[in-house]
């Protein structure tokens, strides 16, 4: 799994297009603030160590959440990080399973449409930490 993370005092999408035929296309806008937005890419080799995989993800996500102040957390399925993809319905419910994980940590956790592109502008903050990229 990859994960680019964002300390983002603000973040707007749109839903541009659907991009898997079997999900109901959705027509969305929507703004957050104060979230740490967090671009993810489950991998191929990733369905053979889900768990371990969710594990690590969540416990980097919270750690940067906490280190830079933050209880939202936006989730958004980006599967250009690694030339590597895990099955569509693999990715749908690896990003279910870490929102739930991150819910139950007591973050109000949210996800952008999956299997849409979007329209978005993204405000990222100055320090070190307002940008992570992990590789799990």
Do not use: C
Request: glycine letters at 4%.
């Amino acid at each position: 799994m990859k994960l680019l993370m964002f300390d983002s005092p603000e973040f707007w999408y749109k839903t541009f297009s659907r991009t898997v035929e079997n999900i109901e296309e959705v027509n969305k806008e929507h703004r957050i603030e104060n979230a740490v937005v967090v671009f993810l890419q489950s991998e191929k080799d990733d369905e053979s160590r889900r768990d371990g995989v969710l594990k690590e993800a969540a416990g980097n996500i919270i750690w940067l959440a906490k280190k830079v102040g933050r209880t939202k957390i936006l989730l958004h399925s980006f599967a250009h990080l690694s030339d590597s993809k895990s099955s569509i319905e693999f990715a749908q419910e690896t990003i279910n399973s870490l929102k739930e994980k991150l819910t139950e940590k007591g973050f109000e956790t949210d996800t952008t449409p999956f299997g849409h592109f979007l329209e978005f502008k993204i405000h990222v903050s100055g320090q070190s930490l307002a940008k992570v990229w992990k590789n799990i």
